[in-house]
């Protein structure tokens, strides 16, 4: 059984503080890994995705990947209230023998900038 | 970026009606799509797993009889709630890939209320 695990929160930041978002997985096998935002009521949206170790910025995201470690992690910088919403880790590994490839979600975090 | 499209964003049916859902990939070919369910202030569920062309694969719990899904072109997934109950409200989302270890794309969701 894959999984994906992340701390439900909420995490609350002040604003123009770093907030910092965190995932492990336990397939070592997982081969690409995807950050999404979901505002209450809406569906989610890929906000970030990243496939080699080490870091990715876009902007006032980065993503981090520690393949060694089976732990990504989403840091946003500068937080406005706007950012408020749940953030989604999923994590993309092959299934043995079947040759698809399986996405598997974590419960999310909440995540709640304060003015 | 790639663009799914959902349609009804919101439906009200009466008890015992069905309901059709429509997913499309506008700028991609979609080989698998997925559809979710949420309930208010919980996790995605993901229900079942739509390939082009062959049967969808269902989770645990979900059933087929109930939620028909059919994956006809590259582009188009539909899930159909058959004798909807007061139960069935929730909040449907479908998302579609493409390839191997390309993003998860998210339509909009379909917010469901039987009466």
């Known amino acids: 059984q894959k999984e994906v695990e992340q701390n439900s929160g909420p995490l609350s930041v002040p604003e123009g503080a770093i907030a910092s978002l965190n995932c492990t997985y336990s397939d070592r096998g997982s081969q690409s890994f995807f950050w999404y935002r979901q505002y209450s009521g809406k569906s989610p949206e890929l906000i970030m995705f990243i496939y080699s170790n080490g870091d990715k910025e876009d902007g006032r995201f980065t993503a981090q990947l520690n393949k060694a470690s089976q732990y990504v992690s989403l840091l946003i910088r500068d937080s406005q209230p706007s950012d408020s919403a749940t953030y989604l880790c999923a994590v993309n590994s092959r299934n043995s023998g079947a040759g698809s490839y399986q996405l598997t979600f974590g419960k999310g975090t909440k995540l709640s900038v304060i003015p | 970026g790639a663009v799914v499209s959902q349609h009804p964003s919101r439906v009200i049916c009466k008890s015992g009606t069905s309901v059709k859902i429509e997913c499309r990939s506008l700028?991609?070919?979609?080989?698998?799509m997925f559809w979710y369910r949420q309930f208010p202030k919980q996790s995605l569920m993901l229900m079942a797993t739509?390939?082009?062309?062959?049967?969808?694969?269902?989770e645990q719990g979900v059933e087929k009889d109930k939620f028909l899904i059919n994956h006809a072109s590259l582009t188009l997934s539909t899930l159909t709630v058959t004798s909807a109950h007061p139960e069935d409200s929730s909040f449907y989302i479908c998302s579609a890939r493409g390839l191997g270890n390309s993003p998860l794309h998210f339509g909009n969701g379909t917010r469901l209320t039987v009466t």
């Open positions: 700028d991609f070919q979609a080989t698998t």
């Open positions: 739509s390939n082009e062309g062959s049967k969808a694969t269902y």
